[in-house]
T-cell receptor
Framework: KQEVTQIPAALSVPEGENLVLNCSFT??????LQWFRQDPGKGLTSLLL?????REQTSGRLNASLDKSSGRSTLYIAASQPGDSATYLC????????????FGRGTSLIVHP | EAGVAQSPRYKIIEKRQSVAFWCNPI?????LYWYQQILGQGPKLLIQ????????DSQLPKDRFSAERLKGVDSTLKIQPAKLEDSAVYLC???????????????FGSGTRLTVV
């Protein structure tokens, strides 16, 4: 059974800081890993999808890396802005063929001006 | 492309009443998931469909929850009777396909926020 842990659980930073959010998983036989953003009371918005054969993906100020052998992924947010305030979730599919994504509890981020 | 559509956006019911949620996935997406997200937690899978067949419903409380995807397109999730602990956001997601060769991500709808009083 895949278990996903996200650290830290919460983060409060001033605007402009560079941030690193961590996601670890117990079963390294994954197909891919996806990072989502969730605003309060809303659904999930996909940020980055890293295939199992890739090491990283970038989109604007976001960069996600994947180290399958150590069961880790990091989401790097450069020059954080108040609009980045949200909960960030990583999802990793369970190995074995059913491709059911397992989620961590998320990191709640507040960027204050 | 149109996203995953869910309705209603919000629902408030009394305990022991019944409620139904609707989801229309992205056109052509064979796989559909229903998740329950309790406040402060990550989403928990309730059921996964591949076309109109159930792939996994091991975490669905079958004594009160039911789901169907009769024509392999849209899906409904029903709770009858509701309990206070069912208060959560119910998220629907779809994916192009699933299985050993899958390397696709999934797209989520905006969710239905259920409050049971």
């Amino acid at each position: 059974k895949q278990e996903v842990t996200q650290i830290p659980a919460a983060l409060s930073v001033p605007e402009g800081e560079n941030l690193v959010l961590n996601c670890s998983f117990t079963d390294s036989a994954i197909y891919n890993l996806q990072w989502f953003r969730q605003d309060p009371g809303k659904g999930l918005t996909s940020l980055l999808l890293i295939q199992s054969s890739q090491r990283e993906q970038t989109s604007g100020r976001l960069n996600a890396s994947l180290d399958k052998s150590s069961g880790r992924s990091t989401l790097y947010i450069a020059a954080s802005q108040p609009g980045d305030s949200a909960t960030y979730l990583c999802a990793v599919p369970i190995s074995g063929g059913s491709y059911i994504p397992t989620f961590g509890r998320g990191t709640s981020l507040i960027v204050h001006p | 492309e149109a996203g995953v559509a869910q309705s209603p956006r919000y629902k408030i019911i009394e305990k022991r009443q019944s409620v139904a949620f609707w989801c229309n996935p992205i056109s052509g997406h064979a796989t559909l998931y229903w998740y329950q997200q309790i406040l402060g937690q990550g989403p928990k899978l309730l059921i996964q469909f591949q076309n109109n067949g159930v792939v996994d419903d091991s975490q669905l409380p079958k004594d009160r929850f039911s789901a169907e995807r009769l024509k392999g397109v849209d899906s409904t999730l029903k709770i009858q009777p509701a309990k206070l602990e069912d208060s959560a956001v119910y998220l629907c997601a779809s994916s192009l396909r699933a299985g050993l060769d899958a390397s696709y991500g999934y797209t989520f709808g905006s969710g239905t926020r259920l409050t049971v009083v």
